[in-house]
């Protein structure tokens, strides 16, 4: 039997930092997808690999450690992770392919972990449903790393765009928002926990300044959420510049991702802002009708990758 899973990766359109202090934000899934494959190994060892990736591992399950035999795979822990919560330590074969670029800022582990999940559910024939299957993958990103957003698995397992409120009640949109963006991304990945306990300090030190820009940014997002619903994409082009400039005051804006976003804006995007925790990792460029010129304006200096968001979540199901 074969059980085959993929998932989304996901980009943050609005929201980032501030959602940390209770502020709502937009986040969606786009298409690029991690695809896992599980069957029964043909040997008596648990083999995982991936031949886009360049990596393969053998995987001791039961206390979660690992033997490389190719590659750097960083994502093996949130592998490992999963079939330690799910599986009965059998020999498998995982295979994983993935257009998503690990460290582009796109939420490639939360996609890989819940593709991961939902191929061992079918592999053994466990019941799940969306909202398990979010919650399940949440807590293997949080066993790793220690602290993790519900953002990117709760956009990686339902797919669409979401609004995180304030209350955190998750509202998916009925929405038709399929326009082309680009993501420019540079090689060095921001660390997203550093960068979090930045703002805070920031924050601490000048709260009569920063609190205000935090809330600003809370309603920022909740015009943003009117304007994707209307479908008006200048003004959320216009309120991703200004939110861009909110990110600059908290201090996770570098020189590449503000030379992404100007080159972008330059080459005619509607609104480009960094996306995701700053110092390092990624931007995200609105470009109807100019996505080459965006694209070729940003890869003077930079990588990119020309996405959409989808409404595709996850998607299983098993080969007898
Ligand atoms: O790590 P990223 O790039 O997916 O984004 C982190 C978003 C933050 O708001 C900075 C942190 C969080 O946990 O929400």
């Known amino acids: 039997m074969i059980a085959k899973a993929s998932a989304p990766a996901k980009t943050i359109l609005f ?13 969606g899934a786009v298409n690029k997808r991690a695809h896992v494959i599980i069957k ?50 059998s020999p498998i074969d995982i295979t994983l392919y993935s257009n998503v670029p690990i460290g582009s800022g ?38 790793v790393q220690g602290m993790a957003s519900p953002l990117d698995t709760l956009v990686s397992t339902y797919g669409g ?38 703002v805070k300090s920031l924050k601490m030190r000048n709260p009569k300044i920063i609190n205000p820009v ?10 943003a959420k009117q304007a994707i619903l209307k479908r008006d994409f200048k003004t959320v082009g216009e309120l991703m510049n200004i939110n861009h400039g909110f990110l600059d005051v908290l201090g996770v804006n570098t020189l590449e991702l503000s030379r992404m976003v100007y080159n972008a804006r330059d080459a005619g995007a509607i609104g480009a802002k960094t996306t995701g925790a700053g110092g390092g990792g990624s931007i995200i460029a609105l470009c109807p009708g100019k996505v080459d010129e965006v694209a070729n304006a940003i890869s003077r200096d930079d990588n990119i990758l020309k996405i959409r968001f989808t409404r595709k979540g996850v998607s ?4 007898k």
């Open 15 to 27: 929201g980032e930092h501030s959602v940390v202090y209770g502020e709502p934000a937009i986040a």
């Open 40 to 89: 029964k190994s043909k040997t008596d060892r648990t083999v995982f690999r991936s031949p886009d990736l360049n990596f393969e591992a053998e995987l001791l399950t039961k206390h979660k450690k690992y033997i490389l035999k190719r590659g750097k795979p960083g994502i093996i822990r949130y592998i490992l992770e999963a079939l330690y919560k799910v599986h009965d330590h």
């Open 106 to 143: 796109l939420g490639s582990s939360a996609a890989v972990t819940v593709a991961t999940l939902a191929a061992l559910y079918r592999y053994h024939n466990i019941r799940f449903n969306k909202h398990s299957l979010a919650h399940d993958a949440h807590m293997v990103e949080q066993s």
């Open 161 to 198: 765009l979401v609004y995180l409120s304030r209350n955190k009640k998750v509202e998916h949109f009925n929405v038709n928002f399929n326009v082309p963006f680009v993501v420019g991304y540079t090689t060095k990945h921001g660390n997203t926990g550093k960068m979090v306990k930045d």
């Open 214 to 223: 935090i809330s600003s940014m809370g309603n920022l997002t909740n015009y």
């Open 316 to 319: 299983s199901r098993v080969y």
